[in-house]
């Protein structure tokens, strides 16, 4: 399923719109971005769990967020994990010798950022996209 920019960005706006107005307990429960990936799911992440990824798992990735929405969004590469066939790893390259790295798990047409950051190479596992 391909979607063009133009549909893609009236799809985020609305997803984001109807889940950004859901009741929440905190603000940093409200979501930091939602983006459509070209896989045809949804990838959202909250800012309280960005906060985690960018202080204890991955602080490189601290100011990031632009990155891994492009990386998201218009990858070079998409590989399905080894270990979970619903988790998909989206690569852009960064520059001649690194890539950012985002890790998505697909719940149907929605998903959740598992975690991101910078890597050297592309991990094993099958080949998605592009086909």
Not at 15 to 21: A, D, E, G, N, P
């Amino acid at each position: 399923m391909s979607i063009n920019s133009v549909n893609r960005k009236k799809l985020e706006d609305r997803v984001y719109t109807k889940l950004s107005t859901m009741p929440n307990k905190h603000a940093k429960d409200e979501l930091l971005f939602v983006v459509m990936t070209p896989l045809g799911f949804y990838v959202r992440v909250t800012h309280n769990y960005w906060e985690f990824i960018t202080s204890v798992k991955h602080p490189v990735m601290a100011g990031c967020d632009r990155k891994v929405k492009e990386t998201l969004t218009n990858p070079e590469e998409i590989r399905r994990s080894k270990t979970d066939p619903n988790v998909y790893l989206f690569y852009r390259s960064e520059d001649k010798t690194r890539w950012i790295c985002a890790v998505a798990k697909q719940l149907g047409r929605d998903g959740f950022l598992i975690t991101t950051y910078p890597t050297d190479s592309i991990k094993e596992g099958e080949h998605i996209w592009p086909k």
